[in-house]
């Protein structure tokens, strides 16, 4: 009976333990519709082209290569040359 008791004392510390080792944290993003943001799908050039150049561009890194741009009040991220998601910071 020991043996058992201990057994699933064990499993649920386990449990435990490993429930809580994966985190993922995402920066807050603020769900404005006032903001104009880059469409899915639009190309880096037609956003180069309607926005202007970006404050600070990082990427690409990965596979597939993921690059975004930082401007004043946008985030926009591409796959390879296709916008995927743009967002507005909270702190903007």
């Avoid at 009976?1 to 333990?17: K, N």
């Avoid at 104009?36 to 639009?42: I, T, V, Y």
């Avoid at 037609?46 to 290569?65: D, H, M, S, T």
Wanted: glycine share 6%; aromatic share 8%.
């Amino acid at each position: 009976m020991q043996r058992i008791r201990t057994f699933l004392l064990v499993s649920l510390a386990l449990c435990f333990t490993s429930a809580g080792a994966d985190t993922l944290l995402v920066n807050a993003v603020a769900s404005d519709a006032t903001v104009q943001r880059p469409a899915h799908g639009m190309t880096m050039d037609q956003v180069l082209a309607q926005y202007g150049e970006p404050g600070r561009r990082e990427g690409p890194v990965g596979e597939p290569p993921i690059t975004h741009w930082d401007y004043d009040n946008v985030v926009v991220y591409f796959e390879h040359q296709y916008v995927i998601h743009s967002v507005v910071p909270h702190d903007r």
